[in-house]
């Protein structure tokens, strides 16, 4: 079965510090998108991509956080520096189309000490 | 104040009860509806959506959605402990079912 697989699991770092996470989406999935989750709260969406290009980044805290897709394809989001607010769950997800189902991966749980 | 509010729970209910869950949101431009569960430690999965005003069912699962009053629903019947999970109201004002709006989820657990 076709997943969304996002790398690490689980990441620790220190505040300060440098920190990516990487998105491979369902295949042919066009749109992608990057959410945080708090611990207790909803996922918040940080960026959305359709194919390589950035649809809506409003969200972004463009100061330390960058996102890139660049052959359209996977897709990294990084932290510099990480913040201990930044601890949260980050969520990949991935939709065929706009008006389809986004498909959730399990997520990389970043603590930040 | 947030545009999506959920009671976060966390709700506990004997097995074989129903399961009644709720959400009100501020935007009146939410088209559609969305319920999403997550088990600890995974991402959210779909489970019903519904477009505008109106009820839904599918198997044990019934979503409904009261545009005028803001207030949308999921039931669970004859909840199993399997249904154990946190359970996420989402909304969209387009058709970008990716570009949603979460409530903060309310945790259900379902005892033997």
């Known amino acids: 079965e076709a997943e969304v697989a996002q790398s690490p699991r689980y990441k620790i770092t220190e505040k300060s510090q440098a920190v990516a996470f990487w998105c491979d989406p369902i295949s042919g999935h066009a749109t992608l998108y990057w959410y945080r989750q708090i611990l207790g709260q909803g996922p918040e969406l940080l960026v959305q991509?359709?194919?390589?290009?950035?649809?809506?980044d409003s969200q972004l805290p463009k100061d330390r956080f960058s996102a890139e897709r660049l052959k359209g394809v996977d897709s990294t989001l990084k932290i510099q520096p990480a913040e201990l607010g930044d601890s949260a769950m980050y969520l990949c997800a991935s939709a065929g189309a706009l008006n389809t189902e986004a498909f959730f991966g399990q997520g990389t749980r970043l603590t930040v000490v | 104040q947030k545009e999506v509010e959920q009671d976060p729970g966390p709700l506990s209910v004997p097995e074989g009860a129903i399961v009644s869950l709720n959400c009100t949101y501020s935007?009146?431009?939410?088209?559609?509806f969305m319920w999403y569960r997550q088990y600890s430690r995974k991402g959210p999965e779909l489970l019903m959506y519904?477009?505008?005003?109106g009820n839904k069912e599918d198997g044990r699962f019934t979503a409904q959605v009261d545009k005028s009053s803001k207030y949308i629903s999921l039931f669970i019947r004859d909840s199993q402990p399997s249904d154990s999970a946190t359970y996420l109201c989402?909304?969209?004002?387009?058709?970008?079912?990716?570009?949603?709006?979460f409530g903060a989820g309310t945790q259900v657990v379902v005892t033997p």
């Open positions: 989402a909304m969209s004002p387009t058709d970008s079912w990716g570009k949603l709006q």
């Open positions: 935007n009146s431009a939410f088209q559609y």
């Open positions: 991509f359709q194919d390589e290009s950035v649809v809506d």
């Open positions: 519904t477009y505008s005003s």
